[in-house]
């Protein structure tokens, strides 16, 4: 098939996103298939969209020709230009399907997928509105407990209104503050007074106008991935220094991550079942990954939902994958294919 891999764009996750690409983009050219990698934001110029999908190809080589825009981002942060750059929906008409290595806002926020929808572009990954709920923190805590899925208590805060403190809120220390639709644990804080509450809640407004606040559960870390409706093993994630931030996530050999997890039969079916019965819960079609906390009570507890899950050499889904036998390549096959499905 001829695929567009869509990475880079303007989010904080930007770097990831291209890692996730260029080793996506070349997992799928080994499956045979004609794999270009291509940055959303800034484009390609001076490519005939027709003949873009060639026998030979480097995708290391255009990895870095992506970065070479990486000093442009901020700036393109500000600008008020078009989200798709010259030439990126000529070339994903011309592609069989599209697969979506973007993270972070306008990647897993579903305003790419609305805008394929209504260009009938086919892509991977799950649609506009589970994408959108998914990536909305304040809503999908609510979605989820509604569905009797255990997430921790929180509220969302917006800016411009009246702060409110953890004493406010029938809150204690220390509290989780983070923005409603951010990803990788950019702009995540784990507060214990006052003063650091302020400057995480400074911070955290920085990247967006809704911000999180939410009890800190203390415990071990693990996340499940859903693929096609089938739950895999249960992967633990633990840093070596302190929690599952951007660079414990990136950093190889910061974290230590286990697959299976050694936990009881009896927590791994539980976790899995709330796994499965968030992505319900979302409407999540093809995929998607589950993150949980277990205090030391044995309670578990729904952090948020990836449907756009990294695919960089430390992301936890492939992991997973592999535990089962799955290798990388085959894994981006699958992805591919049950996505599809939704075409169907």
């Known amino acids: ?32 298939h004609q794999a270009i990698l291509l940055d959303v934001f800034f484009g390609k110029e001076d490519i005939r969209p027709e003949e873009a999908f060639v026998s030979e190809y480097d995708p290391e080589a255009e990895a870095e020709y992506i970065r070479s825009f990486n000093g442009q981002a901020e700036a393109a942060r500000e600008e008020k230009r078009d989200f798709f750059g010259p030439n990126v929906i000529a070339l994903c008409k011309c592609a069989d399907v599209v697969f979506l290595a973007l993270h972070g806002e306008n990647g897993e926020n579903g305003k790419v997928q609305a805008a394929f929808d209504l260009l009938h572009i086919r892509y991977t990954g799950t649609g506009h509105l ?14 989820l407990k509604a569905a009797g899925v255990p997430v921790p208590e929180g509220v969302v805060l917006k800016s411009g209104e009246e702060r409110r403190t953890p004493e406010d809120l029938n809150m204690k220390y220390p509290v989780v503050v983070k923005p409603c639709c951010g990803g990788s644990s950019v702009g995540v804080f784990i507060v214990n007074s006052e003063e650091e509450y302020e400057k995480a809640l400074d911070e ?30 249960v ?110």
């Open 130 to 143: 589970s994408s959108a709920m998914a990536m909305d923190k304040g809503l999908s805590k609510k979605l």
């Open 235 to 344: 992967i633990e994630i633990a840093p070596k220094e302190g929690f599952y931030d951007y660079k414990n996530k990136y950093t190889a050999g910061s974290t230590v991550e286990t697959c299976p997890a050694q936990i009881s039969g009896d927590k791994t079916r539980q976790m899995q079942k709330f796994a499965a019965m968030a992505s319900q819960a979302l409407m999540v079609e093809g995929y998607a990954r589950w993150d949980f906390l277990m205090d030391g009570g044995g309670n578990l507890y729904c952090l948020e939902g990836n449907t756009l899950p990294g695919m960089t050499p430390t992301s936890l889904l492939p992991q997973e994958a592999a535990a089962l036998g799955i290798s990388f390549e085959q894994l981006c096959e699958l992805l591919v294919q049950v996505s599809l499905k939704k075409y169907e």
């Open 204 to 233: 955290a407004f920085g990247y967006e106008d809704e911000v999180v606040v939410e009890d800190y559960i203390r415990g071990r870390e693990f996340s499940v991935g859903v693929v096609d409706g089938a739950v895999y093993p």
């Open 1 to 32: 098939m001829k695929i567009v891999v869509l990475a880079g764009g303007i989010s904080t996750e930007r770097e990831v996103s291209i890692v996730s690409g260029t080793m996506v983009c070349r997992a799928l050219r080994k499956r045979g």
